[in-house]
């Protein structure tokens, strides 16, 4: 079965430089997510988007933004990139409505990124 | 989101059952129970979930208790490739999933 393709897989960059990370979902999924997970440490949620437009947001900084495209795939854009920003970036996707408790999330094998 | 608490660790031996609780006692009416596990280098996986009644799928078994402070994640026969993080979380409003400190199963040969 199709599952979530993420691009690039590794990605490295220098501190202050850009970096944009791609997410396809499951076909049909109309629900994308993104989580960022740093060395050691537990998923966090940044951002989330249903049928194109922002349905929740979590703890992103201001230095980034995402969106979703017509064709449900999703971008993370990320601007004046620092050290600490060097993490496992997984998006996920769901079907249905945006908020619903029991929606099950299917999830990429991530972008690492490492930022020198 | 409510808060759940899991032990940071646990061991099984395989092919033996494995029980990981999960106690979360200020879950709402609403809030459903979630399961995932996050395999090494990999993106977490849906697990279960459940809301009241005890549920089974082909990869493991939800037992809710009946005052839903509680709930166990049950692995009837672990295998060495059921090691992972396992996370219990409460689904209320909003799409995120809230990932806390989770258990972290090894399993002996």
């Known amino acids: 079965a199709a599952g979530v393709i993420q691009s690039p897989r590794h990605l490295i960059k220098e501190k202050r430089e850009t970096a944009t990370l791609k997410c396809y979902p499951i076909p049909r999924h109309d629900t994308v997510y993104w989580y960022q997970q740093g060395p050691g440490q537990d998923p966090q949620f940044l951002i989330s988007?249903?049928?194109?437009?922002?349905?929740d947001k979590g703890s992103i900084p201001d230095r980034f933004s995402a969106q979703q495209f017509s064709d449900y795939h999703s971008e993370l854009n990320m601007s004046s990139l620092e050290l600490g920003d060097s993490a496992l970036y997984f998006c996920?996707?769901?079907?249905?409505?945006?908020?619903?408790?029991?929606?099950?999330?299917?999830f990429g094998p991530g972008t690492r990124l490492t930022v020198l | 989101d409510a808060k759940t608490t899991q032990p940071n660790s646990m061991e099984s031996n395989e092919e033996e059952p494995v029980h990981l609780p999960c106690n979360h006692s200020?879950?709402?009416?609403?809030?459903?129970i979630h399961w995932y596990r996050q395999l090494p280098s990999q993106g977490p996986e849906y697990v279960i979930h459940g809301l009241t009644s005890n549920v089974n799928n082909r990869m493991a078994s939800l037992a809710i208790a009946e005052d839903r402070k509680s709930s166990t994640l049950i692995l009837h026969r672990a295998t060495l490739r059921d090691a992972a993080v396992y996370y219990c979380i409460l689904k209320s409003s909003g799409d995120k999933l809230t990932f806390g400190t989770g258990t972290r199963l090894a399993v002996r040969p």
């Open positions: 200020t879950i709402s009416g609403t809030d459903y």
């Open positions: 988007f249903y049928e194109k437009m922002q349905s």
């Open positions: 996920a996707s769901s079907l249905g409505r945006a908020g619903g408790r029991y929606n099950e999330q299917f």
